[in-house]
């Protein structure tokens, strides 16, 4: 299917602008959607990918209302079921990049399972999972996300669900590459997207994202200019963990829990401090890092993991290409079967 | 080769037995899930295929996989109908039955013909199996079968003294080869050739001598039983039936369905994606199709049919053909996604194998129950067009024309088959792939004409079918979706004139689809009194009753629907030339609630919901019912 007149040549640089379908954006004014979809517009035109090959698919909810407001190829499908779309095309299409756009409700609770089977068979496509902790285009019952307590519409007398975490999760699928960054972290965020794009295999970025509708400031201690310092920090290959305003506080490896410590107040060095290794063949750091969750710890927020293993689309290419090697004989001689007999 | 040797010696010393010639035959081997049945079955049944009868077959398994042994649950038969006419049905009753153990009889004897042919394996009756059986005394000589022509053999001990002595035979595998000593007594019954038989062992355990030496041995230790041993009177032949010219092959109505869309991938120059779940009994499509990759064929075993079939929307969206296979349960979990292709007007086909439902039902049995399902079983008004192949070799043919009907229309297409067709084993005359014409398929570019305006992803063209435009083509990228569409430009739209307009296109357009339709044909006169209406795979039972009662001189026609929306455009001209309908099908009335609120006719619904499906006779009689009606009136 490679197409010799969509190869990019150098004349045809692209722009955001270029992305911009003409579209009303329909979210509501101060969605958190609208940063999202601003930095990804900034990121698509840097990939060297030709816009005709891009293609968004997206489920039900706030966020799928996505594919609408880029001009690329775009499906707005049905509640929780972009994975499987996204996989039959990828595998169909291997030229093609394909994103998914969900949120924590079409992903996570009506779409777990597809979402779940798209990671573990490591398909070349770009999950972004808007996590706002509510269901937004329902008017705000709680989500599968929503922290436990939460009063909402459909839980009155407070959430008594326990939620999902959903980097551990993905975890726990086997993702190859899982990241998670905020809706007001711009720069970071056009990092971890370019890093998701790149990544040969299945990529799975959560995005905390702000409902300013249902939920709002559900994110408050992560965006907030004097809280973020003590709640976030940023995870970097190879180097140590540390935060807080002047990056005083350092991450150490209690036993099988994280510990903050204030390290140079308490005369450690950097080198002292967990260290991050997004490349590591084992989950463990991974789901280790996942487990922190605000208040009680600060949030980790970059690239988790980033390991290599083959897709499923190539795999699958693979397998196909062996068959059609092995072919001896034309489809004639198949449907006329081994034994066969003339009537005259 | 001793006992054989010494069997064939004794022969010399008897007289000839007396042989018959009869036109058809139905038998059934019968036996415990492990005893080889359906492969002994198959080995009849194409060894009566190179004889030259046209053969009709029918195996039936339990649903169980490993059902205890020796228990009714546990039991598997492959019954066998072979004429010197046409036939179209595997046959309503029996003729000759072999049962291998109690189990095997007891649910089996009822199939049998009064003074029919009923061989048992005497040694495999014993107090243990009989009880299993829920046998409180044993049949074989408590006079119970007196109604038959019971042939007690020892086929255990005959054959185990045939292959015992080769070796490196395990006790195993000794029990393994009874079938084939049954195969031979009945090869020998019915005048067939063991040659094609022998040649498959040959081939099939061309690593292992003993087990070649094995089986071919006891296959003919039982034809030699057969023609020594007394009891055996009579031998029966079927001769040679006349059938068109041509290559024939048999095949299975799943077989032909995995080979058809082979050949609709080749003749749409296309790759076919195929994504589907494993269910009973569509799940063999998929095994067959995996081994036609090389061909073009991409599978894709998917978590559930949810995903089966959204697997195949992407696809067809990134322009393979999208095809998946399933049965009822399945079918229901894929509603809302088939929905949303009828919205987004992408081509895809569901294989829908039906069985007996509702819910899990009784997988292994059919029913012609999904009709409404498929037709209607979809929130908003979502018409697509339903295809049902009316035998095994018809599979072939509508799978391609489900996916010549998908591209053409831009439409979700159902063909909607059943476990029993799935199943029946008959002869086929092998297609050219020659004569078959082209699927046409067209992925628009953006033309220099258009410029920069915006492109209109739903402009219709003369079939209101919209543009299949492919992503990845330059200056043509558009969104599509489940929100309803502007009827132009595909933009969301909830204007209300719109939405009405674009239900109507939708349905137009899938009404339209009638002029592509072949005529439909009426099997007998073309008017009269009783007019048999039947779909898919009621089909082989319809036409053979209808056919049997137009030789007795009544006023019968009968007519299958292969289209059942939309549906052939004279069917309404044919239903008014016959005083009466007849609409056998294997539901509550599915088609015929349809037939009338369509036609203002007077059709009698005949219905089965048995797993089973209809018998010539109970067709027979329900007509000359009505003919006795009529004549009455
Ligand atoms: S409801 Fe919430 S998530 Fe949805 S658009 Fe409004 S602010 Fe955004």
């Known amino acids: 299917m490679t197409n010799e007149e969509n190869t990019l040549t150098p004349s045809s640089v692209l722009s955001p602008k270029d992305f911009d379908s003409g579209f009303d954006v329909r979210w509501c004014p101060g969605c958190g959607d609208y940063a999202i979809l601003a930095n990804l517009k900034r990121v698509l035109p840097t990939l060297g990918i030709p816009k005709e090959k891009f293609v968004v698919v997206s489920g039900i909810g706030c966020s799928s209302r996505f594919p609408y407001y880029l001009d690329t190829y775009g499906m707005h499908t049905i509640h929780g079921r972009a994975p499987t779309i996204a996989t039959g095309l990828k595998c169909s299409r291997p030229d093609l990049s394909v994103w998914v756009v969900t949120g924590d409700g079409d992903g996570l609770s009506i779409g777990g399972n597809h979402l779940m089977h798209a990671i573990r068979r490591n398909v070349d496509i770009k999950i972004l999972l808007f996590n706002n902790q509510i269901y937004g285009l329902t008017k705000g019952q709680y989500s599968p996300t929503t922290k436990q307590s939460k009063r909402t519409k459909s839980s009155p007398t407070g959430s008594i669900d326990y939620p999902v975490n959903p980097i551990s999760w993905a975890l726990g699928a086997e993702a190859t590459f899982i990241a998670r960054t905020i809706f007001q972290y711009p720069d970071h965020m056009q990092q971890v997207l370019r890093r998701a794009a790149e990544h040969r295999g299945v990529s799975f970025v959560e995005i905390y994202q702000n409902c300013v509708i249902f939920n709002d400031g559900a994110f408050r201690y992560a965006t907030d200019k004097e809280m973020r310092y003590d709640n976030i920090f940023e995870l970097e290959h190879g180097n140590p963990m540390k935060f807080g305003r002047d990056q005083e506080k350092g991450i150490f490896l209690h036993g099988l829990t994280p510990k903050v410590i204030n390290y140079k107040q308490a005369g450690f060095d950097e080198t002292d401090l967990l260290h991050h290794d997004e490349n590591a063949q084992e989950s463990t750091l991974a789901f280790f890092l996942s487990r922190m969750r605000y208040p009680e710890f600060p949030e980790p927020i970059g690239i988790f993991r980033a390991i290599q293993k083959p897709t499923y689309n190539d795999l699958l290419d693979n397998q196909m290409e062996e068959a059609k090697q092995a072919v001896t004989k034309p489809l004639q001689e198949i449907i006329n079967g081994e034994e066969n007999w003339t009537v005259t | ?633």
């Open chain 2, 1 to 633: 080769m001793e006992e054989v040797q010494k069997l064939k010696k004794e022969d010399k010393n008897r007289p000839r037995k007396s042989k018959q010639t009869v036109e058809r035959v139905v038998i059934r081997l019968a036996g415990d899930s492990g005893d080889g049945m359906q492969l002994a079955g198959l080995k009849f049944t194409s060894a009566s295929v190179m004889l030259g009868n046209d053969v009709s077959t029918f195996p039936d398994y339990p649903a169980e996989i490993r059902a205890p042994q020796g228990t009714l649950a546990g039991v598997s038969g492959f019954q066998i109908h072979f004429s010197s006419t046409e036939i179209y049905t595997p046959g309503d009753r029996l003729d000759t039955l072999v049962a291998m153990n109690p189990a095997a009889l007891k649910v089996n004897i009822v199939d049998l013909k009064p003074n029919g042919i009923l061989i048992c394996d005497k040694d495999s009756f014993t107090p243990r199996t009989l009880a299993k059986a829920g046998y409180a005394s044993n049949p074989l000589e408590d006079n119970s079968l007196h109604n038959y022509r019971l042939f007690s053999v020892n086929i255990t001990k005959l054959n185990k003294e045939t292959v015992s002595k080769i070796k490196g035979m395990t006790g195993k595998q000794i029990n393994l080869t009874r079938n084939f000593f049954a195969l031979g007594l009945i090869s020998w019954l019915y005048d067939r050739p063991l040659h094609t038989t022998i040649k498959w062992i040959k081939s099939k355990f061309k690593n292992r001598p003993n087990i070649v030496e094995a089986n071919t041995n006891t296959l003919k230790a039982g034809y030699y039983f057969g023609e020594t041993n007394e009891f055996l009177a009579i031998q029966y032949s079927v001769p040679k039936a006349t059938m068109e010219p041509g290559l024939y092959r048999y095949i299975s109505g799943t077989q032909a369905l995995a080979l058809g869309l082979a050949t609709a991938a080749h003749l749409a120059k296309k790759e076919l994606f195929f994504g589907a779940y494993p269910i009973t009994p569509a799940s063999d499509i998929l095994h067959e199709l995996v081994r036609l990759r090389g061909y073009g064929i991409k599978t894709f075993q998917a978590e559930d049919e949810i995903a089966a079939i959204g697997s195949i929307i992407g696809a067809a969206f990134g322009g393979s053909i999208g095809v998946t296979g399933t049965s009822g349960p399945g079918l229901a979990l894929m509603s809302e996604a088939l929905g949303l292709a009828v919205i987004t007007e992408l081509p895809i086909v569901l294989i829908n194998v039906q069985r007996a439902g509702p819910s899990t039902g009784m997988p292994t049995k059919p029913e012609q129950s999904d009709l409404l399902q498929v037709l209607f079983g979809r929130n908003g008004e979502s018409p697509l067009p339903v295809l049902a192949p009316q035998s095994p070799g018809d599979c072939f043919d509508l799978s391609i024309e489900a996916v010549r009907m998908a591209i053409k229309y831009m439409t979700p297409v159902v063909l909607l088959s059943d476990a029993y067709l799935a199943n029946n084993i008959d002869p086929w005359k092998i297609p050219n792939l020659d004569n078959k014409s082209p699927i046409e398929v067209f992925h628009p570019k953006k033309s220099v004409e258009s410029g920069n305006d915006r492109f209109t992803p739903y402009t219709r063209n003369e079939h209101l079918s919209r543009p299949y435009v492919l992503p990845g083509t330059k200056g043509l990228e558009h969104r599509i979706g489940g929100l309803e569409k502007e009827k132009i430009t595909g933009d969301v739209s909830y204007d209300p004139l719109n939405h009405e307009e674009m239900v109507n296109l939708r349905e137009q357009k899938i009404a339209g689809i009638v002029k592509d339709l072949p005529l439909q044909e009426i099997n007998g006169p073309t008017e009269g009194d009783v007019l048999v209406l039947s779909w898919g795979s009621t089909h082989g039972a319809a036409h053979t009753a209808s056919e049997n009662l137009r030789k007795e001189g009544l006023s019968v026609a009968n007519t299958n629907l292969r289209f059942i929306n939309p549906l052939p455009s004279n069917l309404g001209d044919i239903l008014g030339s016959f005083t009466r309908i007849l609409l056998p099908e294997m539901n509550k009335g599915q088609l015929h609630l349809i037939i009338q609120a369509r036609y203002s006719v007077r059709a009698k619904s005949m219905t089965k919901v048995q797993g089973k499906p209809f018998h010539v006779d109970e067709i027979e009689k329900e007509i000359r019912k009505l003919i006795a009606g009529i004549n009455h009136d």
